[in-house]
């Protein structure tokens, strides 16, 4: 899966869990952010740029 703001491969864990978060859009349609994304922005810009 790749990051939905910088576009880069967002890697999983043994378990398949996606190192980062899942985020909805404006539309309500879910996104992934990377974890480094996720440490650069906070939620409410990370939810503009979706
Ligand atoms: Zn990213």
Redo the contacts with the bound molecule.
């Keep these: 899966m790749k990051?939905?703001?910088?576009?880069?491969k967002?890697e999983t864990t043994f378990l398949n869990k996606l190192v980062?978060t899942m985020m909805k859009d404006k539309k309500g349609k879910k996104k992934a952010?990377?974890?480094?994304?996720?440490k650069?922005h906070t939620t409410t810009e990370l939810k503009e740029k979706l």
């Design positions: 990051c939905s703001v910088c576009g880069k967002i980062g952010v990377c974890s480094q994304c996720q650069k």
